[in-house]
Structure formats: structure tokens, C-alpha cells
T-cell receptor, first 109, second 114 residues
């Protein structure tokens, strides 16, 4: 059975304090690993897709990396507006994503 | 470009009733997926439709069903509602030409069963 585990469950940072979120996965036949951001009362917002080990993608203060067993979302010099729940998911078939439980990020000014 | 639109945003129903939720995908997207989000279980896959055909189904009872129309719009139906069906129901659309096309989510329908 496909499994996705995210850590930590919650992370509190000061503005400007860089850190990383972890997503470890166990799947049979990874077709893609996705990172989403979810704000309260809204649906998940797509951030990145990673397809193969060694791949990296960047967007503003966020950088996602992928190995054969895990992915990291690095947040550099975060701002309060980066506060959200960050979700990791793996794709194994059409339209089907298996999600982790998410990391709740809070950035204090 | 308009995003995924879900209606209604909020719904309150009584146990035993049935409910229909609606989803309009992003223009040009032909695949629609449905997910249930609860605090305890997180996001769980319900089913996926492409060209009016269900291609994939999650581990939910038969009370949960869906369909897709020729214009790619989709509906999901839950019959004989139970208290445990209270959740945020999210619809997502994608281009679907490859298995790993990113899903783009709507803001969901919040269903409360009393």
C-alpha cells in the first residue's frame, strides 16, 4: 500500500529563519511527487511536481528536492505570508494522489 | 483563466438524506477527480473521471458515486448520509494526457451532516 509521511506535523519559525519540511514515501511505481500549499478554508494550491531522483524545482522562497525515498521542501528566509499547511502527495495512477497528513507552518514576524 | 468551481460552498444535511455536489473544471481540462478531506484522515481519493468514464476509484462505500458530463463538468452524489460523511469535498481537474499531470483543486464544498 502506498504511504506518505510528512514531518514535522507543525513548525513554527521566525521571519527570516530558514528550514526544511520532509516527505518520505513508499510506493510501487512513482509517477510523480507533488507539493501543495493549503490555506484555511481553501483547496490545495499546486506548487511543484518532481518526477525523478535528483530533480530540484524552485519558486520564490521555496525549493523542492527529490531522492528515491523522500522529498524536502526548503523554505529560505520565510515571511508571515508563507504560513500555511504544506501537503506532499504521490501519484500512482490517473487522477489518484496519495497525500501525507501535512505540515502546518507558522511564520512569526 | 477561471479555476475549478465547486457549488455549493456549504451544505447542511440530515442523516439518511442524499446530497449532490457539483464541479466545473478548468477550461480544457478533461479529467476530474474528487477527494474527501477530514481532520482525522486527511485527503482521501474518491474517484476520477475522464471523457465521462470512471477510470479510477478509491476505497469508499457504494453510497459515494459520481458522474461526468460531455462538457467535463462533474457531480458526486452521497446517498443515505451518515454523520461520518461530514467533511470538505474537493474537486480537482487536470489535463490528464499523462498519469502525472498536476491536479488543480477547487475550494471545496463543506458538508455537515446532523
Amino acid at each position: 500500500e502506498d504511504q506518505v509521511t510528512q514531518s514535522p506535523e507543525a513548525l513554527r519559525l521566525q521571519e527570516g529563519e530558514s528550514s526544511s519540511l520532509n516527505c518520505s514515501y513508499t510506493v510501487s511505481g512513482l509517477r510523480g511527487l507533488f507539493w501543495y500549499r493549503q490555506d484555511p478554508g481553501k483547496g490545495p494550491e499546486f506548487l511543484f511536481t518532481l518526477y525523478s531522483a535528483g530533480e530540484e524545482k524552485e519558486k520564490e522562497r521555496l525549493k523542492a528536492t527529490l531522492t528515491k525515498k523522500e522529498s524536502f521542501l526548503h523554505i529560505t528566509a520565510p515571511k508571515p505570508e508563507d504560513s500555511a499547511t504544506y501537503l506532499c502527495a504521490v501519484s500512482t495512477s490517473y487522477g489518484k494522489l496519495t497525500f501525507g497528513q501535512g505540515t502546518i507552518l507558522t511564520v512569526h514576524p | 483563466k477561471a479555476g475549478v468551481t465547486q457549488t455549493p460552498r456549504y451544505l447542511i444535511k440530515t442523516r439518511g438524506q442524499q446530497v449532490t455536489l457539483s464541479c466545473s473544471p478548468i477550461s480544457g481540462h478533461r479529467s476530474v477527480s474528487w477527494y474527501q478531506q477530514t481532520p482525522g484522515q486527511g485527503l482521501q481519493f474518491l474517484f476520477e473521471y475522464f471523457s465521462e468514464t470512471q477510470r479510477n476509484k478509491g476505497n469508499f462505500p457504494g453510497r459515494f458515486s459520481g458522474r461526468q458530463f460531455s462538457n467535463s463538468r462533474s457531480e458526486m452524489n452521497v446517498s443515505t448520509l451518515e454523520l461520518g460523511d461530514s467533511a470538505l469535498y474537493l474537486c480537482a481537474s487536470s489535463l490528464a494526457f499523462v498519469e502525472n499531470s498536476p491536479l488543480h483543486f477547487g475550494n471545496g464544498t463543506r458538508l455537515t451532516v446532523t
